[in-house]
Nanobody
Framework: QVQLTESGGGLVQTGGSLRLSCVASGRTTSPHIMGWFRQAPGQEREFVAAITQSTLVVNYADSVKGRFAISRDNAKNTVSLQMDGLKPEDTATYYC??????????????????????WGQGTQVTVSS
């Protein structure tokens, strides 16, 4: 079993920045793919970004490309999401996700929530206008 613990959410003004972090614990083997999803009230959970373990291949949702950057420290079993140029539409609960085994779609980590095995409890990000 893998436990994922997020931190770093908060309230920020439009154009501001936040950095989310997620620590994976509970197994000797870290998930091959780690990523971030978000969910706003009344909406479905949507993919934000993901990164693989060894080759560090990344995948981003079109809505965050150029503004968000995902990174990973395998020695510390952590994944981070640097969010710059935040917009009110980025307001959501952000979830860390982990997939134990490799899976690539068109050479990139998957975007479907059902492709991920483990989830954190979420951290709230609120962007005020």
């Amino acid at each position: 079993q893998v436990q994922l613990t997020e931190s770093g959410g908060g309230l920020v003004q439009t154009g501001g920045s936040l950095r989310l972090s997620c620590v994976a614990s509970g197994r000797t083997t870290s998930p091959h793919i780690m990523g971030w999803f978000r969910q706003a009230p009344g909406q479905e959970r949507e993919f934000v970004a993901a990164i693989t373990q060894s080759t560090l291949v990344v995948n981003y949702a079109d809505s965050v490309k150029g503004r968000f950057a995902i990174s990973r420290d395998n020695a510390k079993n952590t994944v981070s999401l640097q969010m710059d140029g935040l917009k009110p539409e980025d307001t959501a609960t952000y979830y860390c996700a982990g997939r134990l085994n490799p899976k690539y779609i068109n050479g990139s980590p998957p975007q479907a929530p059902t492709d991920y095995d483990y989830w954190g409890q979420g951290t709230q990000v609120t962007v005020s206008s």
